[in-house]
């Protein structure tokens, strides 16, 4: 029974790589999949990045959700998280993020949400490598409250993926 969830993301993976940030889909190279988590460098950009897919719901979306935690070597970015939500935000709205025993304000727009500085940044990120999932949720644009879940196991993996694909590029 717990396999078709999984069987399901991995189907929907190429999907979701077509919302990720955009370069042509050849110069991608896979890292490894791990669990739902998928790792991915694009050295034309150069950068490397671990993404998920939302945990699949019964509301409506105005997005595919999504997380993704990326590297920017040029930019000496590393390990920033970046949510794509599945519904457009309200504006102001507050966008909260339930992981382990921590809670994050998360700040965005449109359909996005990231950390609001490096200290949260880091902190998520350490908190991703211990919790089993984690849940961001808040106002939608059309009214309502809604919620997207992401499951972390694999999500280590991935992210250390990334950031060794990544080591080298300059």
């Known amino acids: 029974m717990r396999a078709m969830p999984r069987i399901r993301y991995l189907a929907i993976l190429p999907a979701l790589l077509a919302v990720a940030p955009v370069q042509p889909a ?42 993704a935690v990326g590297t ?20 102001g709205a507050r966008i909260t993020l339930g992981i382990g025993d921590g809670r994050f304000e998360l700040i965005g727009g449109g359909g996005d949400a990231w950390p609001r500085d490096e200290r949260d940044n880091a902190a998520i990120i350490a908190a991703m490598r211990a919790a089993p999932r984690m849940t961001v949720s808040g106002q939608g644009a059309r009214g309502g409250r809604f919620s997207n879940t992401w499951p972390l196991a694999g999500a280590a993996s991935a992210m250390d993926a990334a950031l060794i694909g990544c080591a080298r590029l300059r």
């Open 26 to 67: 050849q110069a991608r190279e896979s890292l490894g999949l791990f669990g739902i988590w998928g790792a991915f460098r694009d050295p034309v950009v150069p950068r490397c990045y671990a993404i998920a897919m939302a945990e699949p719901g019964t509301q409506w979306r105005d997005y595919q959700p999504f997380v």
């Open 72 to 91: 920017w070597p040029r930019r000496g970015a590393r390990n920033q998280v970046h949510f794509r939500l599945s519904r457009q935000m309200a504006q």
